[in-house]
């Protein structure tokens, strides 16, 4: 063979080898792509195809951890124990009750009250023979004898009587009336003042003074008093024991109480149903 015969030869070799290598390379690439990673990176093959190397390369490899965000440390709030109310004197207790409502007028006539009673009734007791507790030293509290003074609680007293307070009543016509006290407030009270306070009581539903109306009525022959008889003694039952622990007794049940039931039995269903929701109504008057 020539020398230039064998000079073709070898470039006909190597262009054969060149192509050789080019034709692997674009049949990998094409591989590569047709697994379908052409469509992540976007670094390019020689072949202008995206190059999947450092995806493949990656793949297996964990994520590396988020980075932590730091947080405030927990603080636990100490509750603070509760502030001790102070109490108020009795002098100025009575002082601010005296200005309020009616409600609290009577308040204020019973601090006095309780104060004279108390000793009172130890006395009583010691002349009957009957040996009961001293009173407690605090019951007068700091009330002064301005406080005390019929001049001052007794005007209190007819103010919330007139307007029908539980228990006003009684304290007028009994208590006071009977000039039990050294002090006496009988003078303060008229029959007028007396007649006007028993007949706001009977329509506030006053208990005190209900129990003893209904007897009275029970006892009457009249239709008409027996079923005047219930109203009453249904709003007595409802204004003496509600919201104390004899309120599920059966003698405060306005439909078991024994004289409720008595009278029931003299109406029929339908007159004793109507009085009783009379006397629910009646009840709902009263002025604590």
Known sequence: MT??????ERRSHGLRWGLGVLVVTAVAAGILYGYGLGDIGPQTTVLGKPSRVPQIMAAGKDEPPPALTPTAPTVHATALPAPTPIKMSKSRMFDALKTGTVSEKFR????????????????IGAQAGIILQPPDPEICGDLQPGQIAASVRMPLLIEAAKAGVKGAYLA???NEASGLFSDSGAAYITEAIKKEARASALEHADPTVLFAESEKLAASSKPEDQVLALTRHTAYLIGRWQGTPNEGNPLADPLLNPLNQRLMATMTPEVANAAIAEGRELAKKIIR
């Open 108 to 123: 204020a006539y019973k601090l006095v009250h309780d104060c004279l009673e108390a000793p009172l009734t130890v006395s």
């Open 172 to 174: 007028l016509a009994v």
């Open 3 to 8: 020398p230039h015969i064998l000079s073709i």
